[in-house]
């Protein structure tokens, strides 16, 4: 099949990149069934952005399967009724794409780690070099049950900020994003296993050592340095040969 009769080149680019997101995100075991949902800022100014086909396991995603819809919920290009999308999904990922136009690429989960640590009052907590990482640029989103309605937008935007780049949504599991898809793979991927450890760690009972606020903070801005984008790519680009011999399939 000719997926560029179909697609723009950039279009196609861009639907390869989030199906192999999918099956990367599968492949660390992110995934809940059909649930989750992982959106991408496709290239042109009508503000179209990629998601899931509800149904559909996260291993099993295909580039030319992944539905394109605006930011009303409108499916472009094909049958509303055989691309369907999750509508929590597209509620708090059509907040953010709406809000932040930096954040191309949105991340949504809802591991066991994940929930365990929203479901936590102290939150995040500053024990981990991972969780560090987050240190002073994590955000939080109260829980007002599955997310079906509009409104709820606004809030989870104004919880986010202008600038965070995740948040834990209370009571519910992570979201992250990025200027790209290794970017958003990177954040989730840093709070995921954040959250893992402070389980972990909690679970034994035993007292927990806490870094001085300096060192904190000395993290945070060592996460943040000038070649944060070189090593984001190499990342990216090694967890793209964990399902290097699925890329046939992921990509048409």
Not at 28 to 48: A, K, N
Not at 71 to 89: P, Y
Not at 223 to 232: G, N, Q, R
């Given at each position: 099949?000719?997926?560029?009769?179909?697609?723009?080149?950039?279009?196609?680019?861009?639907?390869c990149?989030?199906a192999a997101?999918?099956?990367?995100?599968a492949?660390f075991?992110?995934?809940?069934?059909?649930?989750?949902?992982?959106?991408?800022?496709?290239?042109?100014p009508?503000?179209?952005?990629?998601?899931?086909?509800?149904?559909?396991?996260?291993q099993?995603?295909r580039?030319?399967?992944?539905?394109r819809?605006?930011?009303?919920g409108?499916?472009?290009g094909?049958?509303?009724?055989?691309q369907r999308?999750?509508?929590a999904?597209?509620?708090?990922?059509?907040?953010?794409?709406?809000a932040?136009?930096?954040l191309h690429?949105v991340v949504h989960?809802?591991?066991?780690?994940?929930m365990?640590?929203?479901?936590q009052?102290h939150?995040?907590?500053?024990i981990t070099?991972?969780?560090?990482k987050?240190?002073g640029?994590l955000?939080?989103?109260?829980?007002?049950?599955?997310?079906?309605?509009?409104?709820?937008?606004?809030r989870?935007?104004?919880d986010?900020?202008?600038?965070?780049k995740?948040?834990?949504?209370?009571?519910?599991?992570?979201?992250?994003?990025?200027?790209s898809?290794?970017?958003?793979?990177?954040e989730i991927?840093?709070?995921?296993?954040?959250?893992?450890?402070?389980?972990q760690a909690m679970?034994?009972?035993?007292?927990?050592?806490?870094?001085?606020?300096?060192v904190?903070c000395?993290?945070?801005?060592q996460?943040?340095?000038?070649?944060?984008?070189?090593?984001?790519?190499?990342?990216?680009?090694?967890?793209l040969?964990?399902i290097?011999?699925?890329q046939?399939?992921?990509c048409?």
């Amino acid at each position: 099949m000719n997926h560029l009769a179909r697609f723009s080149a950039d279009e196609w680019q861009a639907r390869c990149q989030l199906a192999a997101l999918y099956r990367l995100i599968a492949y660390f075991r992110m995934t809940d069934m059909i649930d989750t949902h992982i959106s991408l800022r496709i290239p042109g100014p009508e503000h179209h952005f990629l998601i899931n086909r509800y149904g559909v396991l996260f291993q099993h995603m295909r580039a030319s399967e992944l539905v394109r819809i605006d930011q009303h919920g409108n499916v472009i290009g094909g049958e509303a009724a055989s691309q369907r999308v999750n509508k929590a999904g597209f509620v708090i990922h059509s907040a953010v794409h709406m809000a932040r136009p930096d954040l191309h690429c949105v991340v949504h989960t809802h591991t066991a780690a994940g929930m365990a640590v929203s479901a936590q009052e102290h939150g995040l907590l500053p024990i981990t070099q991972h969780a560090l990482k987050f240190h002073g640029c994590l955000s939080y989103h109260e829980y007002e049950g599955i997310a079906l309605s509009l409104s709820e937008r606004e809030r989870v935007v104004a919880d986010l900020g202008p600038h965070n780049k995740a948040m834990i949504l209370r009571n519910h599991g992570l979201l992250a994003g990025g200027r790209s898809v290794a970017e958003a793979f990177h954040e989730i991927y840093f709070l995921e296993r954040a959250c893992q450890a402070q389980v972990q760690a909690m679970a034994g009972g035993a007292q927990l050592h806490y870094p001085s606020i300096a060192v904190r903070c000395h993290t945070a801005e060592q996460f943040a340095h000038d070649d944060e984008e070189e090593l984001i790519t190499l990342g990216w680009q090694a967890a793209l040969t964990l399902i290097a011999d699925q890329q046939q399939d992921y990509c048409r």
